[in-house]
T-cell receptor, first 112, second 113 residues
């Protein structure tokens, strides 16, 4: 069964800093990988989806990379803002049908 | 609609009772998913619908859980003889087709007392 680990579990940074969130997964046979953010008591907001054939995806201040063979993905956030404070979850897709496996996430706090 | 809508947002029920949770996906999305999130954990996959049929129900924990999507749009997750361990946030998501970005609703927080 796929296992997903996210490091660090929690991260606190001052506003304006660039930061990297790490995700590792045990089974490299994936179709794609998605990054989500979750605000307290809320659902998940999709940030980026990387297909297995891609190496990276960018959206605004976010850049996600995927090294499928080594079972790793990173989410880079540039010029962090207090509004970026949330839990960030990565989720590889084993079946190509959004059968997503989630880790417990990284809880990010950006201090004004 | 603008996003995935789930009702109710909160549900408190007594142990042993039957509950139904509703999901309205984004209009035009053919794929619909149910996930369950326990406190402090990431979501866990329950079931995936392609159109009206359950294409993958491997995540349903036991036969007390059942889901339907009779017209290929709205879906209902049904839980019989609820147990305290069923308490969690139940999340619904939809995507245009499979293998595309999944959009999640706000969830239904189920508490079994």
């Amino acid at each position: 069964k796929q296992e997903v680990t996210q490091i660090p579990a929690a991260l606190s940074v001052p506003e304006g800093e660039n930061l990297v969130l790490n995700c590792s997964f045990t089974d490299s046979a994936i179709y794609n990988l998605q990054w989500f953010r979750q605000d307290p008591g809320k659902g998940l907001t999709s940030l980026l989806l990387i297909q297995s054939s891609q190496r990276e995806q960018t959206s605004g201040r976010l850049n996600a990379s995927l090294d499928k063979s080594s079972g790793r993905s990173t989410l880079y956030i540039a010029a962090s803002q207090p509004g970026d404070s949330a839990t960030y979850l990565c989720a590889p897709d084993q079946t190509g049908a959004n059968n997503l496996f989630f880790g417990t996430g990284t809880r990010l706090t950006v201090i004004p | 609609g603008a996003g995935v809508s789930q009702t109710p947002s909160n549900k408190v029920t007594e142990k042993g009772k039957y509950v139904e949770l509703r999901c309205d996906p984004i209009s035009g999305h053919t794929a619909l998913y149910w996930y369950r999130q326990s406190l402090g954990q990431g979501p866990e996959f329950l079931i995936y619908f392609q159109g009206t049929g359950a294409a993958d129900d491997s995540g349903l924990p036991n036969d007390r859980f059942f889901a339907v999507r009779p017209e290929g749009s709205v879906s209902t997750l049904k839980i019989q003889r609820t147990e305290r361990g069923d308490s969690a946030v139940y999340l619904c998501a939809s995507s245009l087709i499979k293998n595309t970005e999944a959009f999640f609703g706000q969830g239904t927080r189920l508490t079994v007392v």
